[in-house]
Nanobody, 127 residues
Framework: QVRLVESGGGSVQAGGSQRLSCAAS????????MGWFRQPPGKDREVVAG??????????DYADSVKGRFTISRDNVKKTIYLQMNSLQPEDTASYYC??????????????????WGQGTQVTVSS
């Protein structure tokens, strides 16, 4: 079982930056996906960013809406993934969730491939 705990949410003004963290109790396997998703108020959940790791190789992908502004990264020693968010806009306001997959063939931006989810952390961007 993998337990994910997000932190780092809060309020920020438009144009600002924020970094989210997601601590995992264990990595599912040596090959896995980990990602960030978000759910804006009154809207469906949407993908933000994800990474797929095979051995020492990592593939990273982003939703078009955050490319160039957000960066996903991981720290294997700390069993933590991060989401660095720059140039935040009011439309980035959402509950942000991290997720992990034990499927070695997972697609990093496909929510249905993820088995474990965190409880979420709120990010509010004011104009």
């Amino acid at each position: 079982q993998v337990r994910l705990v997000e932190s780092g949410g809060g309020s920020v003004q438009a144009g600002g930056s924020q970094r989210l963290s997601c601590a995992a109790s264990a990595w599912p396997y040596s090959t896995f996906c980990m990602g960030w998703f978000r759910q804006p108020p009154g809207k469906d959940r949407e993908v933000v960013a994800g990474l797929h790791t095979t051995g020492s190789s990592t593939y990273i992908d982003y939703a078009d809406s955050v490319k160039g502004r957000f960066t996903i990264s991981r720290d294997n020693v700390k069993k933590t993934i991060y989401l660095q968010m720059n140039s935040l806009q009011p439309e980035d306001t959402a509950s942000y969730y991290c997720a992990a997959s034990r499927n070695p063939y997972c697609a990093p931006l496909t929510a249905s491939h993820y088995n474990y989810w965190g409880q979420g952390t709120q990010v509010t961007v004011s104009s």
